[in-house]
């Protein structure tokens, strides 16, 4: 139930198109969904973060879309470039902690060709 | 220095060796947690150190033991590893609070020879 599964495991575009990566969950208790973009050689870097009281969140070229009755979430890069080339890991946590427990999805390798 | 910074970035070490993995955050941070990336697999949380005692602690072996001597620091001790264990250490650090962003470290790549 703690589980957050991600899909696909990798993702190839073509310069300018759309990306789209889709999280879903089990526990419904989870109450904040961010997404971390991981370039080679680095950290994950928050990349933007939804909360179920909102169905859509908006950040320049990246826009996360919430279900909540589908118990669904994902990630849109619009206009996607090959500099958004990376890994991207969808994660969820609760509240009712006074620290961080994120439960991450597996992560999903996107190519951007050129 | 901004950020949170990990020593070593690269670590090769036998299985009897003993070594010591560091982080250090300068985010102002009281919450800083260890994570175990694998390929392939969702990130592990490990261990989570919130206003420096430990609240987290997932089933990790005994091989591995966490320090965290004050809020910007934190430590993952090694001894007698597995093989089992190479993978990408990360730490992160947030403020204390559910649901407050985690700031990555660049993480220790540690191969088990």
């Known amino acids: 139930q703690q589980q957050v599964k991600q899909s696909p495991q990798s993702l190839i575009v073509q310069k300018g198109g759309i990306s789209i990566i889709n999280c879903a969950y089990e526990?419904?208790?989870?109450?904040?969904f961010p997404w971390y973009q991981q370039f080679p050689g680095k950290g994950p870097a928050l990349l933007i973060a939804i909360r179920p009281d909102v169905s859509e969140k908006k950040e320049g070229r990246f826009t996360i879309s919430f279900n909540k009755s589908a118990k669904q979430f994902s990630l849109h890069i619009m206009d996607s470039q090959p500099g958004d080339s990376a890994t991207y890991f969808c994660a969820a946590s609760t509240r009712g902690t006074s620290y961080g427990k994120l439960t991450f999805g597996q992560g999903t390798i996107l190519t951007v060709h050129p | 220095e901004t950020g949170v910074t990990q020593t070593p970035r690269h670590l090769v070490m036998g299985m009897t060796n003993k070594k010591s993995l560091k982080c250090e955050q300068h985010?102002?941070?009281?919450?800083m947690y260890w994570y175990k990336q694998s390929a392939k697999k969702p990130l592990e949380l490990m261990f989570v150190y919130s206003l420096e005692e430990r609240v987290e602690n997932n089933s990790v072996p005994s091989r591995f033991s966490p320090e965290c001597p004050n809020s910007s620091h934190l430590f993952l001790h090694l001894h007698t590893l597995q093989p089992e264990d190479s993978a990408l250490y990360l730490c992160a650090s947030s403020q204390e609070s559910s649901n407050q962003p985690q700031h990555f470290g660049d993480g220790t790549r540690l191969s088990i020879l």
């Open positions: 526990n419904t208790a989870f109450d904040y």
């Open positions: 985010l102002g941070h009281n919450a």
